[in-house]
């Protein structure tokens, strides 16, 4: 059983940069064929995936946030952090950390779902 909580700032000013960090349990952020990945939730509207780190430290960001989007991880701490630069009212949402094991999938393939564990979910607030 993979654990996941999110944390980091509820209320974010327009123009700063949303930073959110996802820590896992056991030490699984290293073990082969996981992929970790951020998913928010605005008001509503359906899932949307922003991007994922697997477990050699490979990136893959949505398209469409890629611009503004970096997730890093920090192995010793068992987390990976997610940062959101230029932030607008639009960026308002329900932030999760979810992650799937995977063996088969490269690239985009591997932010299609089922996930096989979320992370509660942390709200986020752009607001001045």
């Known amino acids: 059983q993979v654990q996941l909580q999110e944390s980091g700032p509820g209320l974010v000013k327009p123009s700063q940069t949303l930073s959110l960090t996802c820590t896992v349990s056991d030490g699984l952020i290293t073990a082969n064929y996981y992929y970790w990945s951020w998913i928010r939730q605005s008001p509503g509207k359906g899932l949307e995936w922003i991007g994922y780190?697997?477990?050699?430290?490979?990136?893959y960001y949505s398209p469409s946030l890629k611009s503004r989007t970096s997730i890093s991880r920090d192995t010793s701490k068992n987390q990976f952090t997610l940062q959101l630069s230029s932030v607008t009212p639009e960026d308002t949402a329900m932030y999760y950390c979810a992650t799937k094991e995977d063996s088969r999938c490269s690239g985009y393939r591997c932010s299609i779902g089922p996930y096989d564990y979320w992370g509660q979910g942390t709200q986020v607030t752009v607001s001045s």
């Open positions: 780190i697997d477990y050699v430290g490979t990136t």
